[in-house]
């Protein structure tokens, strides 16, 4: 007497295919993990946030605007740059200039144009939206190590034409520099980097700086949240998938 054998058909799993489905999301998400964090502690280390509390930079920063500016040492501020600095005798406070004349420089204002000039060349200034260079006359010799900073906002900037009778002829020492503006944060409406002007190119030694790393870290901030989210993601929906 024989007994007959069964068999039951059940739906045929790959458990090689889900056991690297799992390990490769795992890795995405830590990946991400390395991103996302990293690019924060780097930013962390290399940029610091200030308020620019006066209308003193407009048209290219409004007032209570956050910035992020990138620590940068003195030796490194070129013409142009938009620097936050501190000096004792600007105030207590942080304060955001551009910088038109480095040391050695003699600057002047204004031209029969009107325009601003450097070692007697004229600048155009176009970030200044077709406001006036100044609108008082002047000439001085930016002392070694000093930088001679105005605002944008000529008519209202309180910068170095204040102080031409001080004993830095209206220029602090690059020491005081705290950090180079790179970047709006805030509002989110004008957020982005800062345009790096070109006004100063033609002058010995160059205009100003070059960017710096922040669109690096803002590609890694994002590439990482995607890696967590999607690698986070992939069992449910692989879960999802099945029961269907």
Wanted: with cysteine; aromatic share 6%.
């Amino acid at each position: 007497m024989s007994v007959a054998s069964t068999s039951s058909t059940s739906t045929p799993t790959h458990p090689a295919r889900g056991r690297l489905g799992h390990r490769l999301s795992g890795a995405a998400v830590a990946l991400g993990c390395v991103l996302f964090l990293g690019g924060f502690v780097w930013a962390a280390l290399v940029y610091r946030p200030y308020t620019v509390p006066t209308d003193s930079m407009r048209p290219a920063i409004a007032p209570g605007a956050k910035v992020l500016a990138r620590k940068v040492s003195g030796s490194e501020v070129h013409r142009g740059d938009v620097v936050v600095f501190k000096d004792p005798l600007w105030g207590d406070l942080p304060e955001v200039k551009r910088v038109i004349g480095v040391g050695g420089d003699t600057v002047a204002c204004c031209d029969t144009q009107g325009r601003m000039t450097v070692d007697g060349k004229p600048v155009s200034e176009s970030y200044l939206g077709g406001g006036a260079a100044s609108v008082s006359r002047f000439s001085t010799t930016v002392p070694h190590g000093g930088l001679f900073l105005l605002g944008d906002n000529r008519p209202v900037s309180q910068d170095s034409r204040v102080h031409l009778d001080d004993a830095e002829h209206g220029s602090v020492p690059a020491s005081d520099v705290r950090g180079r503006v790179e970047a709006t944060a805030w509002p989110l409406g004008q957020a982005g980097l800062a345009s790096r002007t070109s006004a100063f190119d033609r002058l010995p030694g160059g205009g100003a700086a070059g960017g710096g790393p922040l669109p690096w870290l803002a590609a890694m901030v994002v590439a990482g949240a995607v890696l967590i989210l999607g690698g986070a993601a992939y069992e449910p929906a692989v879960k999802l998938l099945r029961r269907r």
